[in-house]
């Protein structure tokens, strides 16, 4: 294993394991809204400071980029951690058991290594760039489906970006014609992992930020996915909307948004 990846899984499971028990004592969580609907509790900062002491210790002088934190700034430029201390904050709020930690690595604006642990299911996803991706050690790939068929596609709904709801709800009835189903789980990041295992064909979201996707899109491309903006091209960790399955399901799912999203989607 890349040592960098080394130290995220280790970051990942000592801040994991203090999220599952911290779901055993619920009146100890505080609940704090930063925005609307967005909320942020005390366990989440907390997660955040043990991956980042675990990291600090190893690497003290890279960049670290975190949802809580912001920017804390290093003296080698050329490498930054991207974190997410817990993404599906609100599942973890409600006990809906459906939540993770997610680590990457960007050296040089590229991402190497990333991980995505789910504490409750004792499932840890992870992905060297080059080497593949990995679910609890062992390979996983994407199934290479013809088309939207029978398919099984994850989302999200932009409750941050209700603005986009209609466009949104046009692109998910004209994709619910062709497909089987949707999923909507509550953590881009495990949407992107259970693309990559092959739980899902498919997955597409706007509005997201880096430590949404860092390290889920470089698993899902290790498994053999592609990823892309909403346009076609790379530049989703700026415009914050991705889509990610086989080459033939990203197909149809960005023929679907550019047919029948608002202009403000098709970026």
Not at 113 to 127: G, K
Request: hydrophobic share 40%; net charge neutral; charged share 25%.
């Amino acid at each position: 294993m890349h040592p960098m990846l080394n130290i995220a899984v280790r970051a990942a499971r000592k801040a994991g394991d203090f999220i599952a028990k911290s779901v055993e004592t619920p009146d100890n969580i505080e609940i704090m809204q930063k925005s609307s609907n967005d909320f942020v509790t005390n366990i989440d900062k907390a997660a955040e400071h043990i991956i980042i002491d675990v990291i600090k210790k190893s690497y003290p002088d890279h960049n670290i980029v975190s949802e809580e934190a912001g920017v804390i700034k290093g003296k080698d430029k050329d490498y930054q951690w991207i974190i997410d201390p817990l993404d599906g904050t609100n599942n973890f709020v409600r006990n809906f058991p459906h939540f993770c930690v997610s680590i990457a690595l960007r050296i040089k604006d590229r991402t190497e290594v990333a991980c995505v642990y789910d504490p409750i299911r004792n499932e840890l996803f992870t992905a060297q760039r080059g080497s593949g991706a990995q679910l609890n050690s062992k390979r996983i790939r994407v199934a290479q489906t013809k088309d939207l068929t029978g398919t099984l596609l994850a989302t999200g709904f932009p409750f941050k970006a209700k603005q986009h709801s209609s466009g949104f709800l046009n692109v998910l009835t004209a994709l619910f014609v062709d497909c089987a189903d949707f999923r909507r789980t509550g953590s881009a990041a495990l949407d992107l992992c259970y693309v990559a295992a092959d739980r899902v064909d498919g997955f597409f979201e706007l509005g997201l930020k880096p430590w949404d996707m860092a390290a889920g899109e470089l698993i899902a491309r290790e498994a053999g996915a592609l990823c892309t903006d909403f346009a076609g091209g790379t530049n989703y960790m700026q415009t914050g909307n991705i889509v990610a399955g086989s080459p033939k399901v990203l197909k149809g799912i960005l023929g679907k948004i550019r047919e029948h999203g608002n202009e403000a989607m098709k970026k």
